[in-house]
C-alpha cells in the first residue's frame, strides 16, 4: 500500500504532532486511535493528518527495530532519554526507514520539531543521531536482529503465544500482522448494490475490490478517509472489515424474531443486522458506555436503520432489556484483539500476559449472564477478533460443558478453519482480520 507523498507544508508541526502520539502510545499507555484522534482536530490539511497517521502506525509496527537502531546510536541507555526526544527520534527513523521522504526534509523537519515541542536543548543531538543514521544505515541495517522482538517486531510474550496456538502458522501470522490491511467497507444494500457502489468510486478515481465471503463487502488499498469517500452522509456504506461481515449471516436471521447484540458499540454489526433483516425485526442494541451508545445512534441514523439501544452491561445485565427473552444473541466480547494487529499495532505494547487471565474471565461471566435471556431454540453467536484458544475454543468447550441445554451448531463455511469448537480466521486470509465464531444452541424445553 502507498504511503502518502510528502509536499511542501508538511513540516515540522507535523512531526511534532506524530512525536505527541507516538509518547501517548507509548508512556502514557493511551490506544493509538484515541491518541490520534485527539491530534489530528487541530490539523485542518488532509494531507499532513494521512502524514501524521502513516508515523503513528507505522512506528507502533516497527518499534523493536527502530528502538534498536536508537540503540546503537545513543551514548546512553533509550530508555532514560526525554519521553518526546525518544518518540521524536523514533519518528525520525521511521522517515528514513519507511517512507518516500528525501533524507535532507526528514531529518531538518524532525529535527525543528523539537523546537515546537519545546525541547530546543535537542535539536543538536537529534541532528546528529538522523545525520548518523543516515551515513551509516547500510551497517545498521544489515546487523543481525539482536532478538526474536527485533526480527518479528513484536513482543516476545506474544510470540510464545501464538507460536504455542498456531505451531504451523506463527510465522505467517506474525508477518501478516505486521502489513498494512485494506480499508474494508460494507455496503449498504438497502440503498445501494456493491457494483453500482463500486462503480461510483470507480469514478471518483478510487479502485475497489470485491471482499470474499462478504457479498456487501469492498477493499480499497488507497490510504483515503471514510468520510471523504462518496455516499458517506447518505448511508451508503459502512467502515468494516470482511471478517466482522461475517457475523450478521451466520445469526440465520428471520422477520420477527427479537434480536440482541449485547457488546454492539459502535454499531458494525448491529447496523449489519437491521440491513439483511430490512428492519423488519426488534433488534436492541447495547453497550456500557453512554457516550458508546450515541455512536451506536449515530450510525443507525445515518445509514437509515432502526434499533432500540440501551446503555447495560453483559455482565450484569439490568432494566428492561435484560427482560425480554431474545431469539438470537450476538456476543462479540471484549478480547485480547490478537486478531486485528494489522488494523491495530498499538495492541502489540499496550498488551500484557496478564490481560488474558482477565479477559478470559469476563467473557466467561457475560456467557453466564446472558444464556437466561436466549428463549429455547434461540442461537447465541459468540464472536471473538482473537487468535488464541483460550478466549476462544477453549471458552466455548468449557461453556458447552457446564450448560447441559447448550449445543454447539456448527459453522458450515467455505471460510477459516475448524476448531474443536467454531471456526477460526487468521490474519490475512480471504484478506480479512483474523476472527473466531461459535455458534451455540439452547435445547428446547
Known amino acids: 500500500m ?28 493511551r490506544a493509538l486511535s484515541e491518541a490520534l484522534e485527539g491530534e489530528l482536530e487541530h490539523i485542518a490539511e488532509e494531507r499532513d493528518r494521512a502524514l501524521v497517521q502513516e508515523i503513528g502506525y507505522g512506528v507502533m509496527r516497527r518499534l523493536p527495530r527502530l528502538k534498536a537502531f536508537a540503540e546503537r546510536l545513543l551514548p546512553r541507555p533509550f530508555a532514560g532519554q526525554d519521553p518526546q526526544i525518544q518518540a521524536l527520534l523514533l519518528v525520525g527513523l521511521y522517515q528514513l526507514t519507511e ?15 523539537a523546537r515546537l515541542l519545546a525541547k530546543g536543548w ?25 532478538s526474536p522482538e527485533v526480527t518479528w517486531c513484536f513482543p516476545a510474550w506474544l510470540i510464545e503465544r501464538i507460536r504455542a496456538a498456531w505451531p504451523e502458522d506463527w510465522e505467517r501470522i506474525l508477518v501478516a500482522s505486521n502489513q498494512r490491511p485494506p480499508l474494508g467497507l460494507r455496503v449498504n444494500h438497502v440503498r445501494i448494490g456493491r457494483t453500482q457502489y463500486a462503480e461510483r468510486l470507480a469514478t471518483a478515481g478510487i479502485t ?18 471514510p468520510t471523504t469517500l462518496p455516499g458517506y452522509s447518505e448511508g451508503l456504506f459502512s467502515v468494516q472489515d470482511g471478517a466482522a461481515q461475517l457475523a450478521a449471516p451466520l445469526m440465520d436471521l428471520a422477520l420477527g424474531q ?4 449485547a457488546c454492539a458499540a459502535p454499531g458494525g454489526k448491529t447496523t449489519h443486522i ?16 453512554p457516550s458508546r451508545v450515541a455512536r451506536i445512534e449515530e450510525n443507525l441514523a445515518r445509514l437509515g436503520l ?9 455482565i450484569e445485565p439490568k432494566g428492561a432489556w435484560s427482560e425480554k427473552r431474545y431469539q438470537r444473541i450476538l456476543l462479540d466480547v471484549p478480547c485480547t484483539a490478537t486478531g486485528i494487529i494489522r488494523r ?14 482477565r479477559l478470559v474471565e469476563t467473557q466467561a461471566r457475560m456467557l453466564r449472564a446472558l444464556w437466561p435471556l436466549l428463549a429455547p431454540g434461540g442461537v447465541l453467536l459468540y464472536a471473538t477478533c482473537s487468535l488464541l484458544p483460550e478466549e476462544n475454543e477453549s471458552q466455548m468447550a468449557g461453556f458447552l460443558t457446564e450448560n447441559a441445554d447448550a449445543r454447539e451448531r456448527p459453522i458450515t463455511a467455505d471460510w477459516g478453519r475448524a476448531r474443536s469448537v467454531g471456526v477460526q480466521i487468521l490474519p490475512g486470509e480471504h484478506d480479512m482480520d483474523g476472527f473466531y465464531y461459535a455458534r451455540v444452541e439452547k435445547c428446547a424445553a
Request: hydrophobic share 45%.
Open 306 to 314: 432502526v434499533a432500540e439501544t440501551s446503555v447495560g452491561d453483559a
Open 208 to 225: 475497489a475490490r470485491p471482499i470474499a465471503h462478504a457479498p456487501q463487502g469492498l477493499a480499497l488499498e488507497q490510504r483515503v478517509s
Open 99 to 113: 517512507l518516500r521522504i528525501p533524507d535532507h526534509a526528514a531529518i531538518g523537519e524532525t529535527v525543528q520539531a
Open 274 to 289: 437491521a440491513e439483511l433483516a430490512h428492519n423488519a425485526i426488534a433488534l436492541t442494541a447495547v453497550d456500557r458506555e
Open 344 to 357: 491495530h499495532p498499538d495492541i502489540k505494547w499496550l498488551r500484557q500476559p496478564l490481560d488474558l487471565t
Open 258 to 261: 427479537r434480536v440482541l447484540d
Open 122 to 146: 535537542a535539536t543538536g543531538l537529534l541532528n546528529a543521531l538522523l545525520r548518523r543514521f543516515q551515513r551509516e544505515r547500510g551497517t545498521l541495517e544489515a546487523a543481525p536482529p539482536q
Open 2 to 29: 502507498a504511503v502518502p507523498r510528502p509536499r511542501p507544508g508538511q513540516g515540522a508541526a507535523t512531526r511534532a504532532s506524530a512525536a505527541r502520539v507516538v509518547a501517548e502510545v507509548l508512556l502514557a499507555g
